[in-house]
């Protein structure tokens, strides 16, 4: 029953590379160090295997038993009647090597790698992972792990893991994918999601990942119709560009992609190479990246799954995006409407028709959105929960229900009512019980008629938001970004030094790439400051030109609004006195004068590489002040001009930009030529470019383009 034997060389029974769904669902299992005792590994595998009714053949293997659960045991590998699509080794990490040796003799398909102490402990413990890819390498043999915990695959009653919370009676079944580079997290997730009613197609723990990694679970369970939401718990990527080219694939098959990823602080970045020897990248890039592609970024575990569940009961993307509010205290409406509010999510403006249903029932201001079932015109005992909830769901400008059921009388009749009610609509309603004892009855109800609740407020508005969202995501993701017919292809930078680039040079680049950039004479001396300023014509800017200054502003190394040829030249003196003073001193090329350009604002235009994700471009207001109004817009480049324009819309400070205030508008047409040019710039420098910024991007009013007047920029050699 093992896989198909396609040749036998020195000894080792070679079998075609097994695929990912032949792992998820083995034909049969050998469990390494299997036992009757479960305080072991091996105990609790085997006995979980026996306990869920894996149907397929298990193959017990002991050095010390010949029997194990009632089943035969077989002292090695190399003992078992056919090859086993997955071995599970539960061994001391010390005997691991011979273990893998062993099942690659014995023709094994996958081997599953629970042990510890490996690329995530020290630099010895990723020599031995080193020697475990090399077998995996030579062999065909696939790896999950080490420093994993297994698979749990609940439709094919397979649980291959040895945590306590599989000693249950049963698993529960479901639609969503999960795969998780960290176990312990990946089982407590199913077994929290079980609380909730809430069942999984896979659980998946992939560890260090040194062969099989987090893409290709991704790609299996997009590929697969039965798999209808997914969420990953990632620390870090092995292939970054793949791990796009998978979100690209999942956003095409329309099925929600959630990713919870550590690394958002530095801590977290830490904690992540600790745990399985992950480079995190920055989550600045890998959010870029899901922006883009339509992935889902929750905070939490909870989140992640309960949304998942969600999504999966409401397939497909909603048009419609309004929320209505119902709740029996009108105090509990009236904190929901401001926190809807607070998050960027819009109160659904009720139909003039909705307004009078609901005016039969309500006094006049309870029959508005948010509806309080408090403020009844009718007597006490009649029931209007219904009625009132029927008219707020079909309302067509609803998309969501957000039922907050603080305490009322009947509270577990009246609740479960209204939340029917509410749920028959075919819409996606979040019920919120905030009270405690109370809705245990109601709790006990609505579980045992699989209907999902929160036990708070602010986690049903949190899960709210994830699928306002998802929702949102056909008028936000981009298609690819396309080069503009008139940038040159593949230009030569074979010129360029490494290091940092002087302003005059970055300005030659931006220049080479149609980016328009302020006049300027280059001058070695003051007197030739004089010079180049009356050529130019005043009022002018006066830089001094260093690769040693990064920010002009803070040393003296910039003065504006020079106005005659006197000034020009003390100017520079001063200057050059004050550089030259400093220690150490930085090394100066000489001036650049310039034309002063005025504008409406001054905006930042940037580009970094992040070792992960590549290069980032962001645009934000920028000037001196940028890094105190940290308001800026990530992107991955390149980028295109549409792409860019909705940057700019994401922006705290985006009226700004719109003219507020006796403001003009800004040229936004400007500023998205330029961003475009910048990020293939940053595109085609490739791996050379570390980072690029222009600041200020100087931007006129609507219709007179924008300049860049300074720059800089940090390349390595080719």
């Not at 190399?78 to 014995?106: F, R, Y």
């Not at 042990?115 to 390498?137: L, W, Y």
């Not at 219904?386 to 609803?398: C, F, G, Q, S, Y």
């Amino acid at each position: 029953m093992g896989p198909l034997h396609t040749a036998q060389i020195s000894g080792h029974r070679h079998a075609p590379r097994l695929t990912v769904d032949r792992i998820l669902h083995p034909r049969s299992i050998a469990v390494l160090g299997a036992s009757d005792n479960p305080a072991k590994f091996g105990g609790r595998i085997t006995s979980f295997l026996v306990k869920h009714g894996y149907a397929g053949e298990l193959f017990p293997v002991s050095r010390s038993q010949r029997e194990v659960l009632g089943r035969k045991a077989y002292r090695d590998m190399g003992a078992l009647p056919s090859s086993p699509d997955v071995a599970i080794l539960a061994v001391p990490g010390h005997t691991l090597q011979s273990a893998l040796e062993e099942a690659e003799a014995a023709g094994v398909g996958c081997c599953v790698i629970i042990s510890t102490g490996f690329a995530e402990a020290d630099g010895k413990g990723a020599e031995r992972q080193a020697a475990i890819v090399e077998i995996s390498a030579r062999s065909g043999m696939r790896i999950l792990g080490p420093n994993c915990m297994g698979l749990i695959v609940p439709h094919h009653r397979m649980a291959l893991c040895s945590s306590v919370v599989l000693n249950t009676d049963s698993l529960a079944d479901g639609s969503i994918g999960l795969v998780s580079q960290s176990g312990a997290l990946m089982v407590s997730m199913l077994d929290r999601a079980k609380a909730d009613g809430i069942g999984l197609r896979y659980g998946i723990s992939c560890g260090n990942q040194s062969d099989l990694e987090i893409c290709d679970f991704l790609d299996h369970m997009i590929e697969e119709q039965e798999t209808t939401a997914i969420c990953a718990y990632v620390e870090g990527f092995v292939d970054p560009d793949r791990f796009r080219r998978s979100a690209i694939a999942c956003r095409r098959t329309g099925k929600p992609l959630l990713v919870l990823k550590t690394g958002r602080t530095p801590a977290g970045v830490v904690a992540a190479q600790s745990h399985t020897a992950s480079l995190a990248g920055s989550f600045e890039a890998f959010a870029a990246i899901c922006r883009e592609q339509g992935v889902l970024l929750p905070k939490s575990t909870d989140d992640m799954i309960w949304a998942a569940h969600l999504l999966t009961r409401h397939p497909g993307h909603r048009s419609v995006h309004g929320v209505a509010v119902l709740s029996s205290s009108g105090g509990s409406a009236g904190i929901a409407s401001d926190r809807l509010s607070e998050e960027g999510l819009s109160l659904a403006q009720l139909e003039p028709s909705t307004v009078d249903k609901l005016e039969t029932m309500l006094l006049t201001p309870q029959a508005r959105n948010p509806v309080d079932l408090g403020g009844r015109k009718v007597p006490e005992n009649v029931e209007i929960g219904i009625d009132a909830t029927n008219a707020l769901m079909a309302d067509p400008n609803v998309g969501y229900g957000l039922v907050v059921l603080a305490s009322m009388p009947s509270y577990t009749q009246r609740g479960i009512e209204i939340v029917n009610a509410a749920l028959a609509s075919g819409k996606p309603v979040l019920t919120a019980l905030t009270v405690g004892a109370l809705a245990n009855d109601a709790r006990r109800e609505l579980r045992g008629q699989s209907s999902f609740y929160f036990d708070g407020f602010e986690d049903a508005l949190r899960v709210l938001l994830l699928l306002a969202e998802f929702d949102r995501q056909p008028g936000l993701i981009e298609v690819e970004a396309k080069r503009p017919a008139d940038l040159p292809s593949g230009p030569d930078f074979g010129h360029i030094a490494a290091g940092v680039q002087t302003e005059t040079e970055v300005k030659a680049l931006l220049a080479l790439y149609g980016v328009p950039t302020a006049k300027e004479i280059f001058a070695k001396t003051p007197q030739a400051v004089g010079n180049a300023a009356e050529m130019l014509g005043f009022p002018i800017v006066l830089k001094a030109s260093s690769r040693d200054v990064v920010h002009k502003s803070d040393v003296g190394a910039v003065r504006l609004g020079i106005t005659d040829r006197q000034e020009a030249i003390e100017v520079a003196s001063e200057m050059l006195v004050r550089l030259e003073s400093q220690r150490p001193a930085p090394q100066l090329a000489g001036f650049s004068v310039q034309q002063m350009v005025r504008g409406e604002a001054e905006v930042i235009v940037g580009v970094r590489r992040d070792p992960q994700f590549g290069p980032l471009v962001i645009v934000g207001l920028g000037g001196t002040a940028v890094e105190i109004i940290g308001d800026v817009a990530v992107a991955s480049a390149p980028v295109s001009r549409s792409h860019v324009r909705k940057m700019i819309d994401s922006l705290a400070t985006a009226d700004l930009f719109k003219g507020v205030r006796g403001r003009l508008p800004l040229d936004i047409d400007a500023i998205t030529f330029i961003v475009e040019r910048i990020s293939w710039l940053a595109h085609d420098l490739g791996s050379r470019l570390v980072d690029l910024e222009v600041n200020p991007l100087i931007v006129r009013a609507e219709g007179q383009g924008a300049v860049a007047v300074d720059g800089r920029a940090n390349i390595e050699i080719a």
